[in-house]
């Protein structure tokens, strides 16, 4: 019972959340890996596109802690694992938001 009343008495550090945009570089690579994956069909291709809409608005309109552009798979990959493990430099290994036209997913 000691043990149970010590354990609440811990402070627990606050969170701190990394608001995180994974973008693509353009609006027609997105379509076009979509597409080129074979394993979509038309209705699911535009319900992820719709998807997609609504994240890249939210992208332009609010911002993000850090945006990585996924046009380098290896590039991407090094820069998740350096902000969600925390690595030294993470604060600063994003990349800058590319102009994505949101009409080009009608």
Same mark, same amino acid.
């Given at each position: 019972? /000691?043990?149970?009343?010590?354990? @609440? ?5 606050? /969170?701190? &959340? ?5 973008? &693509? &570089?353009?609006?027609?690579? !997105?379509? *076009?890996? /979509? @597409?080129?994956? $074979?394993?979509?069909?038309?209705? %699911?291709?535009?319900?992820? !596109? ?5 994240? #890249? ?5 609010? $911002?993000?802690? #850090?945006? #990585? ?6 590039? %991407?990959?090094?820069? !998740?694992?350096?902000? @969600? /493990? $925390? ?6 290994? $994003? +990349? *800058?938001? &590319?102009?994505? +036209?949101? %009409?080009?997913?009608?």
């Amino acid at each position: 019972m /000691l043990q149970l009343r010590a354990k @609440a008495h811990l402070q627990t550090p606050p /969170l701190e &959340p990394v608001f995180l945009f994974l973008s &693509p &570089p353009d609006v027609p690579t !997105l379509r *076009k890996r /979509l @597409a080129g994956r $074979g394993t979509e069909t038309e209705e %699911s291709i535009r319900k992820r !596109l719709d998807a997609a809409r609504a994240e #890249i608005k939210y992208a332009l309109e609010t $911002g993000h802690d #850090i945006v #990585i552009v996924n046009d380098d798979v290896e590039v %991407s990959k090094a820069q !998740l694992e350096k902000v @969600a /493990l $925390g690595l030294e430099g993470w604060e600063t290994c $994003g +990349d *800058k938001l &590319p102009a994505l +036209d949101v %009409s080009q997913l009608d």
